[in-house]
């Protein structure tokens, strides 16, 4: 059996509306999310550590004043890429959701032509 268009545009249509949990659309990769802040963490002395990973975590928490100028700079800058970052994973997400619905009925369609065709093939070559 050959697969022409209307074949898979009839499959594409009549796809289940529910898509499998395993299924995942053919998508970018997904963006990771920043390392740690480690090398401000090795210059500073222990004192002036304490609560630097809170501080890079909680984007909302204030830079604590123990931290000298010039490191208080860099670390806004982290939490501006930090913020940058999560919203490119947030759209990342929301994009895989909306893919998943879009592309499931097109893989659905094109895997049931193959086992037609594989069972036309299975069947035309025991009956020669």
Not at 101 to 118: D, T
């Amino acid at each position: 059996m050959e697969m022409n268009l209307t074949h898979l545009e009839y499959m594409v249509a009549h796809a289940p509306d529910i898509v499998p949990g395993w299924f995942e659309p053919t998508m970018p990769p997904k963006p990771e999310p920043l390392s740690g802040f480690t090398w401000l963490q090795k210059i500073l002395p222990k004192s002036e550590a304490v609560g630097l990973d809170c501080m890079l975590d909680e984007y909302s928490m204030p830079i604590p004043a123990n931290v000298p100028i010039a490191y208080r700079a860099a670390a806004r800058e982290f939490r501006e890429k930090q913020v940058v970052r999560s919203k490119q994973i947030r759209e990342w997400d929301d994009e895989r959701e909306k893919q998943k619905y879009l592309q499931w009925p097109m893989y659905w369609a094109i895997e049931q032509l193959n086992r037609i065709n594989a069972h036309a093939d299975a069947t035309s070559s025991s009956t020669t």
